[in-house]
C-alpha cells in the first residue's frame, strides 16, 4: 500500500533560524495536504498542493510539491516560538484517501 | 459552525470495561473518519465513512473494535472490552468530499479529539 514518509523525526532550532521538513511517498500523489499540530492539540489544516512543482507561500512558510508529484517540503523561515508543533504531510491518492506521515515536531529555543 | 465535536475528551477506565467515544461532524459533510493517535504509531486510520457508509474499516485492530454511523450528525467508535494497549488520543475527522480530486477534495477537519487511558 501507499507509504508516506517524514523527515526528520524531531528538529530543535534557535528562535530565527530556518526549518524544513520533507515528505516522501512510495507512489504517485494526486494531491498533498499539509496539518499542524499544537502540543495537547489537534492537527490543523495548512494547505493544499495538487500541481506538479507547485509552489505556494503563507508568510514564512514555503510549501513545495515535487515534478514528479512523490514528494513535498515545507519550509519555514526565521523560526518564531508561535510554530512549535507537528507538522504532518498527508498525501491523497486518487481514490481520495489520506495517507498521513509520520509528523515532524518542531521545538524552537527562545 | 462548531466544528467536529468529540465526547468525551478524556476517559480512564479500566481493563476489561466498554469505551463508547462518540463524534458529531461538520454539518454538510459527507465523510466522517476515526484516527487513533500514539507515540509509537502516530495517527492511524481505523475507519472512513461516505454518506453514512462505511467505506474502508481495515485500520480497526481487531473485532474489539466497532464503529457506527446511524445518521449524517453521530458517529461513535466502541471498544469492548478494553485494554491498556488501547491507550490513545482517538480522533474523529469529517470532510467534504468531491468527485473531482482537483477541487480540493478531502480537506480534513478533526476534532478536539478523546484522550482514553486503559488501565
Known amino acids: 500500500g501507499q507509504q508516506v514518509m517524514q523527515i526528520p523525526q524531531y528538529q530543535h532550532v534557535q528562535e530565527g533560524e530556518d526549518f524544513t521538513t520533507y515528505c516522501n511517498s512510495s507512489t504517485t500523489l494526486s494531491n498533498i495536504q499539509w496539518y499542524k499540530q499544537r502540543p495537547g492539540g489537534h492537527p490543523v489544516f495548512l494547505i493544499q498542493l495538487v500541481k506538479s512543482g507547485e509552489v505556494k507561500k503563507q508568510k514564512r512558510l514555503t510549501f513545495q510539491f515535487g515534478e514528479a508529484k512523490k514528494n513535498s517540503s515545507l519550509h519555514i523561515t526565521a523560526t518564531q516560538t508561535t510554530d512549535v508543533g507537528t507538522y504532518f504531510c498527508?498525501?491523497?491518492?486518487?481514490?481520495?484517501?489520506?495517507?498521513f506521515g509520520g509528523g515532524t515536531r518542531l521545538m524552537v529555543k527562545p | 459552525d462548531a466544528g467536529v465535536i468529540q465526547s468525551p475528551r478524556h476517559e480512564v477506565t479500566e481493563m476489561g470495561q466498554e469505551v463508547t467515544l462518540r463524534c458529531k461532524p461538520i454539518s454538510g459533510h459527507n465523510s466522517l473518519f476515526w484516527y487513533r493517535q500514539t507515540m509509537m504509531r502516530g495517527l492511524e486510520l481505523l475507519i472512513y465513512f461516505n454518506n453514512n457508509v462505511p467505506i474502508d474499516d481495515s485500520g480497526m485492530p481487531e473485532d474489539r473494535f466497532s464503529a457506527k454511523m446511524p445518521n449524517a450528525s453521530f458517529s461513535t467508535l466502541k471498544i469492548q472490552p478494553s485494554e491498556p494497549r488501547d491507550s490513545a488520543v482517538y480522533f474523529c475527522?469529517?470532510?467534504?468530499?468531491?468527485?473531482?480530486?482537483?477541487?480540493?477534495?478531502?480537506?480534513?477537519?478533526f476534532g478536539a479529539g478523546s484522550r482514553l487511558t486503559v488501565l
Open positions: 498527508a498525501g491523497g491518492n486518487a481514490g481520495n484517501m489520506l495517507t
Open positions: 475527522a469529517s470532510s467534504l468530499v468531491f468527485q473531482d480530486i482537483f477541487s480540493g477534495a478531502n480537506v480534513l477537519t
